[in-house]
């Protein structure tokens, strides 16, 4: 599938900025019209080149080699696999590349061309696999504390220590707990970049996703549950937590925490992610498609961290001499 513009037959892609369909060649405003292709899904459905290349296991939306048209694979959105939501890029291809800057251009040991116009011009929009979880839970909390009061009589300090069952008993629903449900993208950095505005979503449409690649789900709700019921379980902890204040020290005899799944759907979220090699390895930084958050540890350059240190002690030793002749000339 591919949505071409009505007025000069060029790929109309999704526009962050503008929230709307735009036409990058004749400037048209939501003149697209959906082409879907009646090829093999490894062929783009606008020039017939072969996507070989591009199309993986779960590839669901990629950028033809050839032509440069944004393809979407049909039968990848579609069935089994048509999301129940979709939350639209909010920031732009310049506004990612400029919040990337913003966080990590004035870092001193950054290697030269980590932020080029080069590099960055390889940064893509994705649209990552998640499964939104609601749960139902009922909890149940048992611990001893502690309350500490001293005082003074005489020639004597007294301290009392005052021991107190804890008991709480928490009802908590959850409502879209998200996991990502893609193997490419690493939980640890999917994790971070939470929190989405969730009120975003939007029923699925294929129009938000031309422009941008797209992954199908990799792995089952099922098999993701787990990760789910983690986070929820951690929520509930810290609920529970955060409800007992007053003692000196707490321990935890029991926690119990009961989970009923009551919904899953299937959603795709917005990523930008740039990749930047630096000494045959790759670095990953991901910037959250629609609140902007960015998330990335830029690599060191080690002749930038020696010519600190140079000029460090350059400067140190002739701050020194500086000293000692003046010391000298007083005397």
């Known amino acids: 599938m591919i949505f071409k513009c009505k007025n000069c037959g060029g790929n109309i892609v999704y526009d ?50 050839s032509c440069g048209s944004y393809v979407i694979l049909d039968e990848r959105v579609q069935g089994d696999y048509e999301p129940d939501k979709i939350l639209p890029f909010r920031i732009s291809r310049n506004k990612a590349i400029n ?45 001893t504390g502690t309350k500490v009061r001293s005082w003074t009589s005489g020639d004597y300090e007294y301290t009392e220590t005052s021991y107190y069952d804890i008991h709480r008993v928490m009802e908590a629903d959850f409502k879209g707990v998200p996991v990502d449900a893609s193997d490419y993208m690493d939980d640890q950095y999917m994790d971070l970049m939470e929190p989405y505005a969730y009120e975003g979503l939007e029923g699925f449409e294929e129009k938000y996703m031309s422009g941008f690649l797209g992954e199908k789900y990799n792995r089952s709700e099922e098999e993701l549950a787990e990760r789910a019921e983690k986070k929820v379980g951690s929520a509930v902890e810290t609920l529970v937590d955060e409800s007992i204040s007053g003692y000196a020290t707490v321990k935890k005899k029991r926690f119990d925490v009961n989970a009923k799944k009551t919904r899953v759907e299937y959603a795709l979220l917005p990523v930008w992610e740039y990749v ?56």
């Open 99 to 143: 919040l990337l800057r913003d966080e990590f251009g004035r870092r001193v040991f950054t290697p030269e061309g980590f932020l080029s116009n080069a590099s960055v011009s390889k940064i893509e929009g994705t649209y990552v696999p998640f499964f939104m979880y609601d749960y139902d839970t009922d909890s149940e909390y048992r611990g």
């Open 276 to 331: 930047f090699r630096y000494h045959n390895e790759n670095y990953k930084f991901h910037v959250n498609g629609q609140t902007g958050k960015v998330v990335g540890k830029t690599p060191v350059s080690k002749e930038k961290v020696l010519l600190y240190g140079f000029t460090v002690f350059g400067i140190t030793a002739i701050l020194g001499s500086m000293l000692r002749l003046l010391l000298v000339a007083l005397l």
């Open 16 to 65: 962050p900025d503008k929230g709307t369909m735009c036409c990058p060649h004749c400037e048209g405003i939501d003149t697209e019209e959906k082409i879907v292709s009646t090829e093999s899904i490894k062929t783009c459905a606008n020039c017939g080149a072969p996507m070989d290349s591009v199309v993986l296991e779960h590839t669901s939306a990629t950028k033809c080699p």
